[in-house]
């Protein structure tokens, strides 16, 4: 398990079709094939925030972990955004907006996140399914 712990990671609702497209976008748009992706219904996430003695995962929240730090919400979005290819990588200009208010942007998305997107069932491809840390 700990192995996986130097990965980038995107930690996501597995059972929500918003955060699944969140998923196949940064599929579709990642400069490297370096990100892993994780539900946080898994084992392994529970697991990952219990040895690094965080608070329980809340379903509701993007995480993304750099294989350092671990960041969350808009925090979360915007690191994410130094893995993605130009021109979705201009969307870090948000940084300069306050993080409580980027929250709160966050915050009424995320409530709203099941309306948005109703279900969605992506189909990796095998080599992009060798991506997904399931246990």
Request: charged letters at 25%; aromatic letters at 18%; proline letters at 4%.
């Amino acid at each position: 398990m700990n192995e996986n712990f130097d990965r980038k990671i995107i930690f996501y609702d597995g059972d929500c079709g918003f955060c699944n497209r969140s998923v196949q976008f940064a599929l579709n748009h990642e400069k490297n094939q370096e990100i892993y992706f994780c539900a946080l219904q898994s084992n392994f996430s529970s697991e990952f925030f219990r040895l690094k003695k965080l608070p329980p995962a809340d379903l509701s929240t993007f995480y993304f972990w750099d294989g350092e730090k671990l960041y969350q919400k808009s925090s979360g979005a915007l690191r994410l955004l130094s893995f993605i290819r130009f021109p979705y990588r201009l969307l870090a200009v948000f940084k300069l907006i306050p993080k409580f208010i980027r929250d709160y942007v966050y915050d009424m998305i995320a409530k709203r996140r099941h309306q948005l997107s109703a279900g969605f069932c992506m189909l990796p491809t095998l080599e992009q399914r060798k991506r997904f840390i399931n246990d």
